[in-house]
């Protein structure tokens, strides 16, 4: 499994001075090819933030962030976003979709801004890894959750990007719709050779990824390959606690 | 001990405005504009006023009797009217013997005579030369802007105030002229140089020997000003041996009923004297009563501004209450009652009103500063003077400004009292319900049908409503469809914009989807936001088909109803109301002329009443189309046989056989035989026509009021001939078809700019409209637009798409103003059909060039909100509150 990306010293802080709160404090750690990666804390551990520095979203204080090699600091607006489009892929908590636009539109909206043509073979296959393709002419308000996020990650998925990040991507499901969009994402990575990076609260959510980081007060506290649940919640617990 | 608020709304709502001053100034933008304008033309009128006033009384300054000649009783409406028609009468004169003999009446302490005349400075300046040309040179008519240009007798009376040497000594012979200080200055003469000056009939050059001042105004209501020594004024200006009034100055313990009582007795009827200081208030009432016509036109403009203002704000409204849904329904959670919202909302709105109104009023002095300088800049002659801001103008346009607003906020105020409590805990959805714009489209529908029932009703004679003339039937038909229309719109806004889909995705691809979807997802407010840019186009696409269809008409008319091949006509009416005789004269020795007649004109008494009484020569049928009614022209060539227009015969029942009987000055009573009724197509020098060389009473006249004539062959040689013998009269003007077509086009242009220039003030409020609704647009979208980006679309892109949403407002105002301005034209020209106007022309070119300058400004009044929209934190933009 080959080094898609690395952290050097991460650090980010917000506000200046008295005000100032470190979220994330010198994070150093990669994040493999192929590979389903949740990033779990409590409110406040900073692991939204490194989501968000980590997609080239926010800016950080100081270290790097390298992906592919690349440091994502040396580029400019134009380029970050053009890194995002090609080979980011996002699945957000809450509006993931355009209302205006049908499933289909948003699922190929980012090869349309691209002014590139979806691939088609390609774009199928994630249609039918997800098993919308019933629901493809409805627009995001004649959807249900789970499927509107399952629209999510199928348009995070469908330019081919390097890595797909997810911030609490099952958040406001209710557990089928839940279980169903987990046993989708883990299918991606597996089937389909993707690298996912997720953000989350929940224990059962991140028992699905192959490895589990824990963060506390901007640091990373533990490092997890393959735990069960019950595993993941005893740290949790033990987290908290202190 | 907590605090206790006891208006905790009216805090709520003044909180409201503290934290977004931005929010009132766009919600606002519209009413200040309307305010501004409303303002400042009521500054302007004013201002305009007092400095009339303040002429007035300079011109009696120190004056308290004037003595004006009695008049013929039928000259005299003419005299009142200001007498310039395109005929010259003579005016009764006073002798100038009287000044002696009024002087040593007791209790007059001075008396002078005045005369006035007109009279034109020129200026001739040498230009570039033709190759067929002898005679290199241009004749400037010098005046200030539009007022007149006078020549008057210099006032030698010690007691004689109103003009005041600035520089240099009075005239003493007839050599010398004293200038006023304005023409000098706006000309660069100083003392020393030569000047030629036009009066009557030939121009003539004299040395400036004074620079002279009125009442401290510089010259009089901005017009130029020729002051001879008092000899040479009453020859140049046809007043010789007499004088047009005299000035009196009585002893300060004399009665001012007494001394005019002798002065009358000494008139014997002939002379009627006038209290000046009652003159001086009646003479500026006289040019009050213009302005304020003048006044009410920039009105109707204000209130056009003002009515697409409230279109404005009640969209604003309506979409700031939408954002704070939320903070409402929290409100009605916490148990605020609806009525109490509804208050909350219309406090706010007069918050908003009054300063809106209040800066409305600060830009409105502003803008009356800059129209003053303006027009100063394109020396437009008004008397100078303070700008004067009434208190009732004020608070009328303060009145306006929030009234305005409050009425256009309460459909929205009561809207927003109608929230539900659980809307706060909901998750919300920024999308409001969409209420069935069915019932509004029905609506819609039979307005508009029964605007189209009465409009095309009198177009095609089914339905006549009694009590409206058909033209305002035409107008109040229009007025109804276009209401109809405006409550259409929200209905028919996705039908539109459907027809932009598919080309719009084709060229713009993803993003033209989307940006047609967002204006189809909010089809009222795209819709209201258009209305306001339709009102606009509407009257600007009018005004624009009316004058091509009139430029063109006028076309047609001079090709078909001329038929001379050359017009002589007075270049300055106000000079010299004709041309000398002379050149008729001269033109008929020409070998090259080969047919020519003359028209001449004069005042007569008719049934008491004074009549223009016009003369032609026979020739005139020839060169002129006339159309012939009854009667012949072989009987009028006879003696004391008259022709009569038709419209003339018609409205006074004149029939061929008539008796027509006149009261010819220096000739007394003669009958005419009605021998010839007849139709002239240009306008008219006179309603009745004589054979010119029957009757020698008007050769008496020295001028023409014009001459038309054909030459054997138009070519260069001939116009060279021409311009030679017209170079002597330089108040002569000479035209060919060509000429007359484009002078008559150029007369309806320069009013298509005038009106085009207040148009575009309502077009400008209307833009504001566009950045208001795009940039609120924006921010209901917040989160769309974070996704966009975060997903990857450039910043450039984020931009294009605001811009092509604000196209399609202003595609879709431009389309539906500019497709009812030309109906409206249409149905105002078919109407007018009876009148003579038969030319309908839309040009192609002119109506796409107004549809690209509305795009175009709409894509203007989108770059704040794209801006906007381009650099919004993507991070915030996604983030889940």
Same mark, same amino acid.
């Given at each position: 499994m080959s080094k898609l990306i690395e952290t050097i010293d991460l650090t980010k802080v917000y506000g200046e001075k008295e005000t100032a709160v470190t979220a994330l404090n010198s994070i150093n750690t990669t994040f493999n090819q192929n590979q389903f990666t949740a990033i779990m804390g409590p409110s406040g551990s900073g692991k939204s933030t490194l989501l968000h520095c980590l997609a080239g979203l926010d800016k950080v204080s100081s270290g790097s962030i390298l992906i592919k090699g690349v440091d994502l600091a040396s580029l400019n607006d134009k380029q970050l976003t053009k890194m995002r489009r090609d080979s980011f892929g996002f699945i957000f908590q809450a509006f993931n979709l355009i209302p205006t636009l049908t499933a289909e539109e948003n699922i190929t909206l980012p090869s349309s801004v691209a002014g590139k043509k979806p691939e088609q073979d390609w774009v199928e296959k994630i249609i039918n890894t997800m098993d919308i393709g019933d629901r493809l002419t409805h627009r995001p308000n004649e959807l249900s959750g789970g499927q509107q996020q399952r629209v999510a990650a199928a348009r995070a998925m469908a330019s081919k990007p390097e890595v797909i990040f997810a911030d609490e991507?099952?958040?406001?499901?209710d557990s089928k719709s839940s279980k169903e969009l987990l046993v989708f994402m883990k299918s991606i990575v597996s089937e389909l050779n993707q690298t996912i990076v997720m953000v989350t609260h929940d224990p059962y959510a991140a028992s699905f990824a192959e490895r589990v980081i824990m963060l506390k007060d901007g640091e990373i506290a533990n490092d997890l390959d393959n735990p069960t649940q019950e595993e993941i919640v005893s740290q949790v617990t033990s987290l908290t606690d202190i | 001990m907590y605090g206790f608020t006891k208006r905790p709304l009216f805090l709520i709502a003044w909180k409201n405005l503290k934290t977004y001053p931005v929010r009132i100034l766009l919600t606002t933008s519209s009413i200040i504009l309307g305010v501004a304008v409303i303002i400042a033309s009521s500054i302007f009128s004013e201002s305009n006023k007092s400095a009339f006033d303040n002429l007035f009384s300079g011109i009696y300054e120190g004056i308290d009797l004037v003595v004006n000649p009695v008049q013929e009783e039928f000259a005299g409406d003419f005299a009142g009217s200001g007498g310039q028609g395109p005929v010259s009468f003579d005016l009764k004169k006073i002798p100038d013997s009287k000044i002696k003999e009024i002087q040593e +009446?007791? @209790?007059?302490?001075g008396a002078w005579g005045e005369v006035l005349g007109f009279a034109q400075y020129i200026k001739v300046v040498p230009r570039e030369c033709h190759t067929y040309e002898r005679q290199c040179s241009e004749t400037i008519f010098i005046s200030n802007g539009f007022a007149p240009t006078f020549g008057g007798a210099w006032d030698?009376?010690?007691?004689?105030?109103?003009w005041e040497l600035v520089e240099g000594k009075p005239p003493v012979n007839n050599k010398e002229v004293v200038m006023d200080v304005t023409t000098a200055e706006n000309n660069g003469y100083s003392v020393g140089d030569r000047v030629t000056v036009l009066a009557g009939s030939t121009p003539a050059s004299f040395t400036i020997v004074g620079i002279a001042e009125f009442?401290?105004? @510089?010259s009089p209501g901005g017009a130029t000003f020729a002051l001879f020594e008092f000899k040479t004024a009453q020859r140049l200006l046809d007043s010789e041996g007499g004088v047009d009034l005299i000035n009196i100055v009585i002893e300060n313990n004399a009665d001012i009923e007494t001394v005019r009582g002798l002065i009358e007795g000494l008139g014997e009827g002939n002379l009627e004297v006038i209290n000046a200081q009652e003159a001086a208030a009646e003479q500026a009432d006289g040019i009050k009563q213009g302005l304020n016509f003048f006044n009410t036109i920039l009105n109707v403009f204000a209130g056009i501004a003002l009515f697409v203002g409230a279109f404005i704000i009640q969209n604003t409204f309506r979409i700031l209450l939408l954002q704070r849904t939320k903070e409402l329904s929290l409100l009605r959670a916490l148990g605020t009652s609806k009525n109490q919202i509804y208050r909350l909302v219309l406090s706010e709105s007069i918050f908003m009103s009054v300063i809106g109104s209040g800066i409305g009023i600060g830009l409105g002095i502003g803008l009356a500063v800059a129209v003053k300088e303006g027009l100063k800049y394109f020396e437009f002659g008004l008397p100078d003077g303070p700008l004067v801001l009434t208190t009732e103008a004020a608070i009328t346009g303060a009145i306006v400004g929030i009234s305005v607003t409050i009425l256009s906020s309460l459909l929205p105020a009561r809207k927003a009292s109608q929230v539900s409590p659980m809307e706060a805990i909901r998750e919300s959805t920024l999308t409001p319900k969409r209420k069935s714009l069915i019932k509004r489209l029905i609506f819609g529908s039979a307005v508009t049908t029964l605007g189209f029932t009465m409009l095309f009703g009198v177009l095609y004679d089914f =339905?006549? =409503?009694?009590? +409206?003339s058909g033209l305002q039937q035409v107008g109040f038909g229009a007025g109804v469809i276009f209401i109809g229309i405006s409550i259409i719109t929200p209905s028919i806004t996705k039908p539109f914009v459907f027809l932009f889909d598919k080309i719009y995705e084709i060229i713009f691809g993803i993003l033209g989807k989307l940006a047609t979807e967002n204006s189809k997802r909010t089809p009222r407010r795209t819709a209201s936001t258009a209305s306001a840019l339709m009102i606009g186009l509407t009257l600007i696409s009018l005004a624009n088909v009316i004058t091509t269809s009139f430029k063109a008409q006028a076309e047609s008319v001079v090709g078909e109803v001329v038929k001379a091949d050359y017009q002589v006509s007075a270049a300055q009416v106000f000079v010299s109301p004709g041309i000398p005789t002379g050149l008729s004269d001269e033109l008929i020795e020409l070998e090259e002329v080969t047919k020519l007649s003359r028209s001449r004109a004069t005042i007569v008494g008719y049934e008491d009443r004074p009549l223009i009484l016009g003369a032609v020569d026979e020739a005139i049928f020839d060169l002129i189309k006339t159309e012939s009614i009854s009667g012949s022209k072989e009987d009028f060539v006879k003696l004391n046989s008259m022709g009569v227009l038709k419209q003339k015969a018609e409205r006074d029942n004149i029939d061929i056989g008539d008796e027509i009987t006149l009261t010819i000055p220096e000739e007394g009573v003669m009958t005419f035989t009605i021998a010839y009724i007849f139709d002239w197509t240009t306008p008219p020098p006179a309603e009745f026509f004589l +054979? =010119? #060389?029957?009757?020698? &009473? &008007?050769?008496? #006249?020295? =001028?023409?009021?014009e001459i038309y004539f054909n030459v054997k062959e138009k070519n260069q040689a001939t116009q060279d001939k021409l311009d030679a013998i017209l170079s002597d009269y330089p108040g002569a003007k000479l035209r060919d078809q060509d000429g007359l077509v484009e002078e008559a086009n150029n007369q309806i242009q320069q009013l298509l700019n005038v009106i085009y220039g207040f148009l575009s003030i309502s077009v400008f409020v209307a833009l504001f409209g566009i950045t208001n609704t795009l940039s609120l647009s924006v921010y209901e979208r917040t989160r769309e637009i974070g996704l966009m980006r975060a997903i990857g679309t450039y910043r450039k892109q984020v931009r294009r798409m605001i811009f092509i949403e604000s196209s399609i407002i202003s595609i879709f105002g431009a389309f539906l103003g500019t497709s009812l301005g030309i109906f409206f034209a249409w149905s105002l020209i078919k109407a007018l059909e009876e009148d003579g106007f038969s030319n309908f022309t839309v040009s192609i070119s002119q109506t796409f060039t107004w549809i690209g300058i509305s795009i175009i400004a709409g894509v203007i009044a989108a770059v704040l909100p794209a801006i906007k929209a381009s650099r919004q934190n993507i991070l915030e933009a996604i983030s889940y509150e």
């Open positions: 991507p099952s958040g406001n499901l | +009446l007791p @209790g007059v302490k030698t009376s010690p007691y004689a105030k109103q009442a401290n105004v @510089g =339905l006549d =409503l009694p009590s +409206l +054979l =010119l #060389e029957n009757y020698t &009473f &008007f050769s008496n #006249e020295s =001028l023409d009021t």
